[in-house]
């Protein structure tokens, strides 16, 4: 039987937290009317984080999530075994949806990456995705590490196993973007809008279009918005 605890907080600070038999602990963190659901055996951490209206659900055994950012309106969902999602300090994620199934896979965001809203798709053994630090992401993207649904050949060969994705620091992603399985996104680059990547990124180009291409390079980008 599934253990569930429902949470429902208004504006609670939280200074030390912790359920027996859920595993769930947290430190310093703030849970606004969101809802967590988990078996036995897995381990939800929550340290300097903010969980506004957020669904989080882990099924399976021995899967570890923990949250040092800010969550708006998402919901993360695992399922299987021995399975990591790492989301480390000063991330914001709204709107967006974080899914892991299989076994022993791993979805980490590093320190300081934003979105505005973002699909997050992992499946497989062994399989994982890797975003880097100081990301920026617009709205509407998706980032596929696996094509959802195997597929044979006539020998009963696998043809389509899901591949990991690595995304270096300081990239910058447009609204309506999609980064699919197997692929390396170099540090400093920049996708256009309405993008499909499926093929390796170099670090510190301009890329567009679907196919992808590369339209410039040696560029760098800031965050602050345009003025001229």
């Not at 055996?41 to 300097?48: A, E, P, T, V």
């Not at 992992?122 to 709205?139: R, T, V, W």
Request: aromatic fraction near 10%; include cysteine.
């Amino acid at each position: 039987m599934i253990k569930q605890v429902k949470i429902i907080f208004s504006s609670i600070f939280i200074a030390s937290y912790k359920l027996i038999n859920l595993n769930f602990n947290s430190f310093k963190s703030i849970i606004f009317l969101s809802k967590v659901h988990l078996k036995k055996q897995n381990k939800f951490s929550l340290n300097l984080a903010y969980i506004d209206r957020c669904i989080i659900a882990i099924d399976g055994a021995y899967n570890y999530i923990s949250i040092k950012g800010y969550l708006f309106k998402t919901k993360i969902n695992i399922c299987g075994d021995n399975n990591k999602i790492i989301i480390h300090s000063n991330v914001k994620l709204n709107n967006s949806t974080i899914v892991l199934r299989g076994n022993d896979c791993k979805i980490e965001i590093g320190e300081g990456s934003t979105f505005g809203s973002i699909q997050i798709v992992c499946m497989g053994k062994l399989n994982y995705i890797k975003i880097g630090e100081n990301c920026m992401f617009a709205e509407n993207i998706d980032i596929w590490a696996t094509d959802s649904h195997p597929i044979y050949n006539f020998k009963n060969e696998l043809v389509n196993p899901s591949k990991p994705i690595i995304i270096g620091n300081s990239v910058w992603v447009g609204s309506k973007s999609t980064i699919l399985k197997g692929v390396k996104v170099g540090s400093g680059s920049i996708i256009g809008m309405s993008s499909v990547v499926t093929k390796h990124i170099e670090p510190m180009t301009l890329n567009v279009g679907n196919p992808i291409r590369c339209i410039k390079t040696d560029i760098r980008w800031e965050r602050e918005f345009i003025t001229s």
